[in-house]
């Protein structure tokens, strides 16, 4: 089964797209997205601490930043295969 396409909505996350790869695809963009990473500790398991014995809204608050980072990270992949010609003619809205 077809899910039909919301033309202006695809429109409108490609355009969001752009605009995020526009910021950030820059080596200072880069750098500075580096640098959040770094700082919200994204690199780092949700839990830390012993087993059992940790904090649940500090996990949250980790799995929260982490999130953020991963759709960024996926936006930019999406923008950079919808700016590299290709045969795929997949819609990722």
Same mark, same amino acid.
Request: proline letters at 5%.
């Given at each position: 089964?077809?899910? !039909?396409?919301?033309?202006? #909505?695809? &429109?409108?996350?490609? #355009?969001?797209?752009?605009?995020? *790869?526009?910021?950030?695809? $820059?080596?200072?963009?880069?750098?500075?997205?580096?640098?959040?990473?770094?700082?919200?500790?994204? @690199?780092? !398991?949700?839990?830390?601490?012993?087993?059992?014995? *940790?904090? !649940?809204?500090?996990?949250?608050?980790?799995?929260? +930043?982490? &999130?953020?980072?991963?759709?960024?990270? +996926?936006?930019?992949?999406?923008?950079?295969?919808? $700016? $590299?010609?290709?045969?795929?003619?997949?819609? @990722?809205?």
């Amino acid at each position: 089964m077809m899910i !039909p396409i919301d033309k202006k #909505a695809a &429109e409108r996350a490609r #355009a969001a797209r752009r605009r995020l *790869y526009s910021l950030f695809a $820059t080596p200072v963009g880069q750098q500075v997205l580096s640098e959040l990473e770094e700082r919200f500790e994204t @690199h780092l !398991p949700v839990f830390q601490g012993k087993r059992g014995d *940790y904090d !649940p809204l500090d996990a949250m608050r980790r799995d929260a +930043h982490r &999130e953020v980072f991963l759709v960024i990270r +996926h936006q930019l992949e999406l923008a950079e295969r919808e $700016t $590299t010609p290709s045969t795929n003619t997949e819609d @990722h809205a």
